[in-house]
C-alpha cells in the first residue's frame, strides 16, 4: 500500500506561481513512477508530468512544458511540481498517483489540492 497526501495549494494570479508536494509513504517506492494530473470542473482528468523515483527521468504533456518543472527528493520521500507562468486554465485539482515502472495504470491517489489561477 501507499498513501499520497498532496498540499501546496492555492489562489494566485495569472503569470504567478506555485509549488505542489505529494509526500508518500508505504511500501518503497524505489522502482515507482510517480505522476501529477489534474481536473477541471467538467472534464476528464488529463495527465501532467512524471517522475521516476530511481533515475529521475521525466516527461510532461505539451500544456505545461517549459512551465512546470516535476521533481523528487528520495530522502524525504516527497514529489515536487513547480509551476511558473501559471494561467486561467491551468485551473484544477491536481492529483499525484504513482505505479510500478513495469505498469501502465496508476495504482495509487492522493485525495487532491486545488490550484485556482484568477485571471
Known amino acids: 500500500q501507499v498513501q499520497l497526501v498532496e498540499s501546496g495549494g492555492g489562489l494566485v494570479q495569472a503569470g504567478g506561481s506555485l509549488r505542489l508536494s505529494c509526500a508518500a509513504s508505504?511500501?518503497?517506492?524505489?522502482?515507482?513512477?510517480m505522476g501529477w494530473f489534474r481536473q477541471a470542473p467538467g472534464k476528464e482528468r488529463e495527465f501532467v508530468a512524471h517522475i521516476t523515483w530511481s533515475g529521475g527521468s521525466t516527461y510532461y504533456a505539451d500544456s505545461v512544458k517549459g512551465r512546470f518543472t516535476i521533481s523528487r527528493d528520495n530522502a524525504k520521500n516527497t514529489v515536487y511540481l513547480q509551476m511558473n507562468s501559471l494561467k486561467p486554465e491551468d485551473t484544477a485539482v491536481y492529483y499525484c498517483?504513482?505505479?510500478?515502472?513495469?505498469?501502465?495504470?496508476?495504482?495509487?491517489w492522493g485525495q487532491g489540492t486545488q490550484v485556482t489561477v484568477s485571471s
Open positions: 498517483a504513482s505505479r510500478k515502472v513495469v505498469r501502465i495504470q496508476y495504482d495509487y
Open positions: 508505504g511500501r518503497t517506492l524505489s522502482s515507482d513512477v
